[in-house]
Nanobody, 115 residues
Framework: QVQVVESGGGLVQPGGSLRLSCAAS????????MGWYRQAPGKERDLVAHITSGGTTNYADSVKGRFTISRDNAKNTVYLEMNSLKPEDTAVYYC?????????WGQGTQVTVSS
C-alpha cells in the first residue's frame, strides 16, 4: 500500500505565494509520474501540473509562468511552487502519484486566495 500526504495549503492574499509538498511512502518500488490536480466547489478535478520520472513537466495553461512543479526522487516527494496567486486558484489541491500500474491520491489540501 502507498500513502500520499500533502502539506502547505492555507490562506494567502492575491499576488502571494505558497509552496505545496507531497510525500509518498509505503510499498513503493518505483514511482513514475507525479502531479497536482485541483478541484474548486462545483467543478471537476483538473490537472494543474505534471512531472515524469525523468523530469519532463507540463502545466495547465491557466498556471503557466506562475506555478513550478519539481520532485526529489530520493525522498519520493513532489512540490508545487505557486506564485502570483489569483482568487481563481482557490481550490482543494490533490497530489497524484503513479507507482507501477496504480494511481494513488492524497487527501487534499485547501488553498484559498482572498483579501
Amino acid at each position: 500500500q502507498v500513502q500520499v500526504v500533502e502539506s502547505g495549503g492555507g490562506l494567502v492574499q492575491p499576488g502571494g505565494s505558497l509552496r505545496l509538498s507531497c510525500a509518498a511512502s509505503g510499498s513503493i518500488f518505483s514511482i513514475n509520474d507525479m502531479g497536482w490536480y485541483r478541484q474548486a466547489p462545483g467543478k471537476e478535478r483538473d490537472l494543474v501540473a505534471h512531472i515524469t520520472s525523468g523530469g519532463t513537466t507540463n502545466y495547465a495553461d491557466s498556471v503557466k509562468g506562475r506555478f513550478t512543479i519539481s520532485r526529489d526522487n530520493a525522498k519520493n516527494t513532489v512540490y508545487l511552487e505557486m506564485n502570483s496567486l489569483k482568487p481563481e486558484d482557490t481550490a482543494v489541491y490533490y497530489c497524484s502519484v503513479v507507482a507501477g500500474y496504480s494511481r494513488y491520491w492524497g487527501q487534499g489540501t485547501q488553498v484559498t486566495v482572498s483579501s
